[in-house]
């Protein structure tokens, strides 16, 4: 089962992502990222990326993690189809992501995320972990 759905939105991409885990909703919520720009089967796993983060709260960290991953798309030219992340108690994310480099021949762009904005952003804990964000395309 996919970790997210895409909600209507009038001019940009707003989604909810889900998991039974604060690190599975992370990671579906990267997931979403990347399929709201391309479709995520024509990726390779060719690189891998690290990523650091500390926030004071878990919605704090999640907005910092998203936009983390447009900043690594747009200064390292890259796209990226798998997500691991770790959290520790104190609002701290450890990650690697897997990807590549751009190819404009294989990876077709529906739209390119500018960046994620609060409007809307949010994290909730119910049955499992829920995070909705609107992406500025």
């Known amino acids: 089962m996919k970790g997210y759905e895409f909600l209507e939105h009038t ?6 992502a889900y998991g039974g885990t604060a690190e599975e909703m992370l990671e579906s919520s990267a997931s ?9 089967s024509t990726v390779r796993e060719e690189e891998s990326w690290k990523v650091e983060l500390e926030a004071e709260s878990l919605e704090d960290l999640a907005y910092d993690w998203l ?13 990226f189809s798998r997500f691991e992340v770790s959290l520790d108690g104190n609002w701290r994310l450890d990650a690697t992501v897997w990807g590549e480099r751009i190819d404009r021949k294989r990876h077709l762009f529906d739209c390119e995320v500018k960046a994620v904005t609060l409007h809307k952003f949010q ?3 119910d049955d499992r972990w829920t995070l909705q964000a609107v992406l500025d395309v």
């Open 67 to 79: 936009s983390e991953l447009v900043f690594l798309f747009d200064s390292e030219r890259a796209v």
């Open 123 to 125: 994290v909730k804990r």
């Open 11 to 16: 001019a940009d991409v707003f989604f909810r």
């Open 32 to 40: 979403a990222l990347i399929a709201s720009m391309i479709d995520p």
